[in-house]
């Protein structure tokens, strides 16, 4: 079974340039995540989806973050304009079930490295 | 809120020695709890889950954590540290959403 595939691996970007992180999960999964790694600490929660409906987004800074999930399968999270506090880890996690216990049973994937500059 | 603490940033083993690495949680009800490692450049696996049952959990690698309601910990711990364990550590706790709340993180450094 293939796991969580992102891309690209690593970015570099000047501040107020847009970038964009794209995730495909593990086939059949329901449930997709993307949260955010800054240096030091641990992954902070942006969005979580529900086949393509936003369950979760309250930490998504949406004034310059925005996420889709096209047709329950693929994501993409963009930003833009990026600032400098933005350079961290972006990971994707997928889940096969939104079912008791099985909802914490996240996969992730290695994840893209953004610095802004 | 629910939220994770890892009391120690940086824990350094010799090799072969033991290992515990503390986490403390705070929730209302009976926790979903978790411990995740990560390898340099590498995505977040697994080791160990608590849902309910024994408060004795076996992960893999060798990796055991205990919960305890009274305390509100869930520390992981390892016989015998090899230096393939050197990584950063996280534990977890489940969200009211199925999302996964960390800590700040622990990171294990092995002396040969």
């Known amino acids: 079974e293939a796991g969580v595939a992102q891309s690209p691996r690593y970015k570099i970007i000047e501040k107020r340039q847009s970038v964009a992180f794209w995730c495909n999960p593990i086939s059949g999964h329901a449930t997709l995540y993307w949260y955010q790694q800054i240096l030091g600490q641990g992954p902070k929660l942006l969005i979580q989806?529900?086949?393509?409906?936003?369950?979760?987004d309250s930490q998504l800074p949406k004034d310059r973050f925005s996420a889709e999930r096209l047709k329950g399968v693929d994501s993409t999270l963009k930003i833009q304009p990026a600032k400098l506090e933005d350079s961290a880890v972006y990971l994707c996690?997928?889940?096969?079930?939104?079912?008791?216990?099985?909802?914490?049973?996240?996969?992730f994937g290695p994840g893209t490295r953004l610095t802004v500059t | 809120a629910q939220s994770v603490t890892q009391p120690d940033i940086h824990i350094t083993v010799s090799e072969g020695a033991s290992l515990e690495l503390r986490c403390n949680y705070s929730?209302?009800?009976?926790?979903?709890l978790f411990w995740y490692v990560q390898s340099p450049g590498q995505g977040l696996q697994l080791l160990l889950k608590?849902?309910?049952?024994?408060?004795l959990v076996q992960g893999i690698k060798g990796f055991e954590a205990e919960f305890k309601r009274s305390q509100s910990s869930f520390n992981l711990r390892k016989p015998s540290v090899h230096w393939s364990d050197a990584a950063e550590y996280f534990c977890a706790v489940g969200g009211s959403q199925g999302n996964l709340i960390f800590g700040k993180g622990t990171k294990l450094s092995v002396k040969p």
């Open positions: 608590y849902f309910s049952g024994d408060t």
């Open positions: 996690a997928s889940s096969p079930t939104s079912a008791s216990g099985r909802k914490y049973e996240q996969y």
């Open positions: 989806f529900q086949n393509n409906g936003v369950v979760d």
């Open positions: 929730y209302g009800a009976t926790p979903y």
